[in-house]
């Protein structure tokens, strides 16, 4: 099991940018998958970015493409995400998520959560 932080959440204008932290307790960080999931009042939590266990890989819901960014620092054992050209629909509360071994959209898979971090875009 692992411990998930997130931080970075605010409120923003539309075309700004933010970046949200999820820090993680353990000394296994390495080995687990990353993603951010966020859910917006009265809909499910939907899949927003992960990446695998070295960083190299990485994927995106077609609404964040191009706009926010997933990495991650081992040693510092966080994953970050830089969410950039902010819009209103981005209002959501969003969570940080690990999974052991292979990165995955799927909201089924993961079983370590944070408590999330709200981000609301005004238009």
């Known amino acids: 099991q692992v411990q998930l932080v997130e931080s970075g959440g605010g409120l923003v204008q539309a075309g700004g940018s933010l970046r949200l932290s999820c820090a993680a307790s353990?000394?296994?960080?390495?080995?687990?998958?990353m993603a951010w999931f966020r859910q917006a009042p009265g809909k499910e939590r939907d899949f927003v970015a992960t990446?695998?266990?070295?960083?190299?890989?990485?994927y995106y819901a077609d609404s964040v493409k191009g706009r926010f960014t997933i990495s991650r620092d081992n040693a510092k054992n966080t994953v970050y995400l830089q969410m950039n050209n902010l819009k209103p629909e981005d209002t959501a509360v969003y969570y940080c998520?690990?999974?052991?071994?292979?990165?995955?959209?799927?909201?089924?898979?993961?079983?370590?959560w944070g408590q999330g971090t709200q981000v609301t875009v005004s238009s």
């Open positions: 998520a690990a999974k052991p071994w292979f990165a995955s959209r799927l909201y089924s898979q993961y079983d370590n």
């Open positions: 353990g000394r296994t960080f390495s080995s687990y998958a």
């Open positions: 990446i695998n266990q070295s960083g190299s890989i990485t």
